[in-house]
């Protein structure tokens, strides 16, 4: 062609290792590849979320992209058995002078196959109808034996008691032990933007059911209830395995600034046998402040033996007979539904623009995502 750009990517030697490398050829984006003794070049930016492909790995003839693990083959472009119908941009190569030259004009096309989208992409709107509690259990046990949990039965006093407060009140409980739920994968450690919404587990692996949890939180419910025990100072491990996967909620905001849960009330019930719940109470306040809901005044209830009481067997017997806790569980799911109602009859809080770090940096990292999105387009 009369108009080709030949660009130098340097000694071809040295391009040789490692196997897999991403160059910039111009604003162009180079998985550049060295197997089978031959240099292979396509798109350095993934079809799934736009990740580097170049800083994967090798598979074989398949370049594995280092977000989701989607993967091309590293000569053709083409996606794998199954994804055909994916396809990456290739580019010519040429050596000369013991050099490695790459045309930044592709000589193929990017192609994407067609995907059902998954159900929790679909718009934000909540269905009508009356107020919706929500609640889920995060203590962790064995269910061949199961054992009473405090938290739990705050929990069930809670919701029994939430159809009283209104006509039609529907309540729902998730037990976090009940499901199979993939840990984090920590994308958000990878890059802030393969951190996805719905979860990119959540999209790969249709045994993951942390969707339900997502469905009831983000779509659902008006009311979230979320009950833990104290461990070791610390809300449950399943509370954190939990909010560690809603973390995708939250990084919408950040990146976006599109926030997924509006108009809903979170309320907390937490015991256990050790004195911390200022702290444990502080960490859920935080986390489900970030994403976007509201709390009724007085927003948990807390109960300890405290830090030198070491009987647990007295602390079970003490929770199932007293009166007022189980009355303070009552009045806690009662401030929140109030509170909802409010937000609900007026038509919920207005669009309140954020501030600080984050905010900050959102415009430009929209920016920059948009940018990095049109120039995969464009090839």
């Known amino acids: ?76 472009g083409v996606g794998e058995p199954g994804y055909e119908g994916d396809k990456l941009p290739c580019y010519a190569l040429r050596e000369e002078g013991g050099h490695l030259f790459v045309n930044p004009e592709p ?12 159900p929790l992409t679909r718009p934000l709107v909540r269905e ?22 405090t938290s739990d039965a705050l929990l069930e006093t809670a919701l029994a008691h939430a159809p009283s407060l209104g006509p039609g009140i529907s309540t729902k409980l998730i037990r976090l032990r009940d499901l199979a739920v993939r840990p984090c994968e920590g994308y958000y450690s990878k890059s802030a933007h393969a951190c ?10 249709p045994t993951d059911q942390m969707a339900e949890v997502y469905e009831a939180t983000v779509f659902w419910a008006d009311v979230i209830l979320v009950s833990t025990p104290i461990r070791w100072g610390g809300a449950s491990a399943l509370y954190y395995k939990m909010v560690e996967r809603m973390n995708c909620i ?20 937490i015991t256990g ?39 647990m067997e007295r602390n079970i017997a003490f929770v199932q007979q007293s009166t007022e806790l189980h ?32 905010a900050s940096g959102a415009e430009q990292n929209m920016t920059m995502e948009m940018a990095e999105m049109e120039e995969a387009e464009a090839e």
């Open 128 to 149: 009508p109808g009356p107020i919706r509690v929500l609640g889920i259990a995060t203590t962790n046990m064995d269910l061949a034996n199961p054992r009473y949990s």
């Open 250 to 269: 939250q990084n919408q905001i950040t990146l976006r600034n599109r926030v997924l849960m509006t108009n809903k009330v979170a309320a907390f019930i």
């Open 196 to 205: 996805t919404w719905p979860c990119s587990i959540t999209q790969m692996d």
């Open 1 to 76: 062609m009369a108009d080709e750009q030949w660009i130098d990517l340097g000694p071809a030697e040295l391009l040789k290792s490692p196997p897999l490398r991403q160059v910039t050829a111009g604003r162009t984006r180079i998985a550049l590849s060295w197997t089978g003794g031959k240099f292979h070049a396509v798109s350095g930016v993934c079809n799934h979320a736009g990740g580097p492909l170049g800083e994967g790995r090798l598979e074989g003839d398949f370049i594995v992209c280092p977000w989701h693990q989607w993967k091309f083959r590293c000569d053709s």
């Open 107 to 118: 000589v193929s096309r990017r192609q994407r196959q067609p995907h059902e989208p998954h």
């Open 327 to 358: 009355e303070a569980a009552r009045e806690l799911v009662g401030r929140a539904v109030e509170t909802v109602g409010h937000l609900l009859a007026t038509g919920g809080r207005p669009r309140m623009e954020r501030a600080g770090r984050k």
């Open 273 to 311: 046998g050790q004195d911390n719940v200022q702290a444990v109470a502080g960490q859920m306040l935080g986390f489900f402040a970030e994403l976007g809901v509201q709390f009724p005044p007085f927003p948990y209830i807390a109960h300890s033996r405290g830090w030198s009481a070491e009987d």
